[in-house]
């Protein structure tokens, strides 16, 4: 028999554990930020995103870009499965990021985003190819950051990555909306409810992200509305991990501690934050900052 007594503290402890997350970081932009390896062994992070595969789909080649750590084209970057794999050796799981802020994308029709998802597949993913660009690594998933190009056929993209699943390794799928809801690029996708990750980019976005001075009012209504509609396992608040050239939305750590975590952690789908990105975090030592009440 359980003690009376006891009960209510099993209970906080319970809610405590349900309500605690971690941090996600996205890895691959800076040439300034570290080997991917460093970034795991720092301890500060359970995925690590590497970003970004800027052009794809409309029968390109698709081109890795990871901004001066390696050219994908010479098979430099194939030396990086050894960092993937040292970081999934620690439990951190390694997810390949679509699109970003600059590139060549675009998905023309349903069989353009299924022969890109077998391309994920077969070369980053559990299938083969002889030609990988991170070399024999397995990826544990894929993250689609569509800021660009068309907004159609994602959801067969995701459809289609979701269904590799089923070949004996999870493929976990992950999307960096914008925080105006619903996203105008990944809204499709995200509505299929595949989704283990979705990171809302809290940031640049003035009406749903913090503002300066303390008001959390509109990142309230903003985290809200999302928690509250998306069908996912798991809700991160992205944010800025710097106040350099990341544009509006930086949350001072005190006040995201003392403030934005207990308000997000209501919400069941709390996963715990992203940051953008790994090279500013090095820079403002955030991660090191929050990590225990994320």
Same mark, same amino acid.
């Given at each position: @028999? ?13 809610i405590?554990?349900? $309500? ?121 998933g894929i ?20 269904s ?27 509505s ?18 913090y ?5 959390i ?13 998306v ?5 991160? @608040?992205?944010?800025?991990a ?40 090095? $820079? ?11």
């Amino acid at each position: @028999m359980i003690s009376l007594i006891l009960i209510p503290l099993l209970l906080s402890f319970l809610i405590a554990s349900v $309500q605690s997350g971690g941090i996600a970081v996205y890895w691959g932009q800076n040439k300034y930020e570290g080997t991917l390896q460093s970034a795991c062994d720092s301890g500060n992070y359970v995925i690590v995103i590497i970003a970004f595969l800027t052009t794809f789909g409309n029968g390109q080649t698709p081109v890795l870009n990871l901004a001066g750590h390696c050219k994908p084209s010479t098979g430099a970057c194939q030396s990086l499965s050894t960092d993937i794999q040292a970081c999934q050796a620690k439990g951190i799981k390694v997810l390949l990021s679509l699109g970003g802020g600059i590139g060549n994308y675009t998905l023309t029709s349903p069989s353009d985003a299924q022969d890109v998802a077998q391309y994920l597949w077969n070369n980053f993913l559990g299938g083969n190819s002889s030609n990988r660009p991170l070399g024999s690594a397995v990826l544990d998933g894929i993250d689609l950051d569509i800021e660009l190009g068309g907004t159609s056929y994602y959801d067969v993209l995701v459809q289609t990555l979701s269904s590799y699943s089923s070949q004996g390794r999870k493929v976990y799928l992950s999307a960096a909306p914008q925080c105006p809801y619903p996203d105008a690029h990944l809204g499709q996708a995200i509505s299929t409810g595949l989704f283990d990750y979705v990171w809302v980019q809290f940031y640049n976005n003035k009406p749903c992200e913090y503002q300066s001075g303390g008001d959390i009012t509109k990142l309230t209504n903003s985290w809200n509305t999302w928690t509250t509609n998306v069908n996912a396992t798991y809700i991160f @608040m992205g944010l800025p991990a710097s106040t350099n050239k990341t544009g509006s939305g930086y949350i001072p750590p005190s006040l995201l501690v003392s403030q934005v975590l207990p308000m997000a952690k209501n919400s069941s789908k709390y996963g715990g934050i992203m940051l953008w990105n790994r090279y500013y975090d090095l $820079q403002s030592n955030y991660s090191n900052q929050v990590l225990d009440s994320v």
